[in-house]
T-cell receptor, first 112, second 110 residues
Framework: DTEVTQTPKHLVMGMTNKKSLKCEQH?????MYWYKQKAKKPPELMFV???????INESVPSRFSPECPNSSLLNLHLHALQPEDSALYLC???????????FGPGTRLTVT | GQQLNQSPQSMFIQEGEDVSMNCTSS?????WLWYKQEPGEGPVLLIA?????ELTSNGRLTAQFGITRKDSFLNISASIPSDVGIYFC??????????FGQGTTLQVKP
């Protein structure tokens, strides 16, 4: 089983809203990732968690706040987003930091 | 920074034809990964390559890790309509970070 699940599938939020994206995997993977993807472009890495600790932050604005409550769950808290933050947000996981990554289906975020 | 050059950018082929796409870089990678992404979905891992020179198949797909560790190719044989999508190569560095190519959009005419 190589399934990564993400909720919600679609999200529309205003610039003053606070929302959260959720990601879950039950493969025993120890590394989890958040990516942002614009249409017809490759995914861009945002954050990496390794053994539940934040190991990489790719200079992401503070309006995006990641959280890893346990080894199976990864959240992305959103606050005061801008319309240009509208994108597909992808979660991925891997057994270790240098192993192949498996992606979830993504959350399509629209900021109005 | 590290960059991958993926080509071709797009392909429009007839069903049954073979397809070839490749990625090159000026940097060395520890692992090469090939993903397929369909509209509205996340990338799906097709093939993972771990050793220089490695040639791996997955059904009609064949991929190779270049001997210099700076390139990789993906071949699809006897294409079918469901092969349509965007194919991304990704090189992985020792930290685990993936460097993606810009993608190859494949369209298959029945």
């Amino acid at each position: 089983d190589t399934e990564v699940t993400q909720t919600p599938k679609h999200l529309v939020m205003g610039m003053t809203n606070k929302k959260s994206l959720k990601c879950e995997q039950h493969m025993g993977h120890r590394a989890m990732y958040w990516y942002k993807q614009k249409a017809k472009k490759p995914p861009e890495l945002m954050f990496v968690y390794s053994y539940e600790k934040l190991s990489i932050n790719e200079s992401v604005p503070s309006r995006f706040s990641p959280e890893c409550p346990n080894s199976s769950l990864l959240n992305l808290h959103l606050h005061a987003l801008q319309p240009e933050d509208s994108a597909l947000y992808l979660c991925a996981s891997s057994r270790g930091g240098a192993m192949e990554q498996y992606f979830g289906p993504g959350t399509r975020l629209t900021v109005t | 920074g590290q960059q991958l050059n993926q080509s071709p950018q797009s392909m429009f082929i007839q069903e049954g034809e073979d397809v070839s796409m490749n990625c090159t870089s000026s940097s060395i990678f520890n692992t090469w990964l090939w993903y397929k992404q369909e509209p509205g979905e996340g990338p799906v891992l097709l093939i993972a390559l771990y050793k220089a020179g490695e040639l791996t198949s997955n059904g009609r797909l064949t991929a190779q890790f270049g001997i210099t560790r700076k390139d990789s190719f993906l071949n699809i044989s006897a294409s079918i309509p469901s092969d349509v999508g965007i194919y991304f190569c990704a090189g992985q560095v020792h930290t685990g970070k993936l460097i993606f190519g810009q993608g190859t959009t494949l369209q298959v005419k029945p």
